[in-house]
């Protein structure tokens, strides 16, 4: 099957919100909004919250498209202004290296079609997005997954394997199997 890319946008919401509710939400109605709240909307209604976002161009992702049309997959991404909650934040902030101009946040793929390529498709997508806003210092959290069994539902930021194949470097290590990777991707 081949797939396209789209940005998340307001003309693609439809279909990013097509995929969530077929998908319950997304980790118990998450939204994808986790990385995006302030204290002070923390029990927010999150779909609201992602399409508010989404339509005043606060909200970026690199969606993927099957052959049907239908988005089966995505890569957040955003300035650390858009995207203020990270993982391990803690351990993070001991040895923060330099603010980054982008950060990776999550992935998802339905359930129907993961391991057929989506999250490398969305990863591609992603880092050719942020190439064509002026490119930058990109950052991740992710887990690395050789040599033990890791869990799917604490893949949503992918792997490091993932991030490895497309020229990330890692850095600290943040958490048991989490570490900081990085890239300097050029303007488009």
């Known amino acids: 099957m081949s797939y396209t890319v789209?940005?998340?946008?307001a003309s693609t919401w439809e279909?990013?919100?097509e995929l969530v509710e077929r998908n319950n939400g997304i980790f118990g109605?998450?939204?994808c909004i986790s990385y995006h709240?302030?204290?002070?909307?923390?029990?927010?209604?999150?779909?609201?919250?992602?399409?508010?976002?989404?339509r005043e161009d606060r909200a970026h992702a690199a969606l993927v498209?099957?052959?049907?049309?239908?988005a089966q997959g995505w890569c957040q991404y955003g300035s650390p202004l858009e995207l203020p909650n990270i993982k391990h934040l803690?351990?993070?902030q001991k040895d923060p290296p330099p603010l980054p101009d982008w950060r990776i946040t999550c992935f998802y793929v339905d359930k129907r079609h993961?391991?057929?390529?989506?999250?490398?498709?969305?990863?591609?997508?992603?880092?050719?997005?942020i190439g064509a806003a002026g490119g930058g210092r990109t950052e991740a959290i992710s887990e690395v997954t050789a040599g033990r069994e890791a869990p799917g539902r604490f893949l949503f930021s992918a792997t490091v394997e993932l991030f490895d194949q497309f020229g990330?470097?890692?850095?600290?290590q943040v958490g048991k199997h989490a570490y900081i990777v990085s890239k300097d991707v050029a303007p488009r």
């Open 6 to 9: 789209r940005p998340l946008d």
């Open 15 to 17: 279909a990013f919100s």
């Open 29 to 31: 109605g998450c939204w």
């Open 37 to 54: 709240l302030t204290p002070e909307e923390r029990g927010s209604d999150h779909r609201v919250a992602k399409e508010k976002r989404v």
């Open 65 to 70: 498209f099957d052959e049907d049309g239908r």
């Open 90 to 92: 803690r351990e993070y």
């Open 114 to 129: 993961r391991g057929l390529g989506i999250a490398r498709k969305a990863l591609e997508g992603a880092l050719v997005q």
């Open 168 to 172: 990330f470097t890692r850095g600290r």
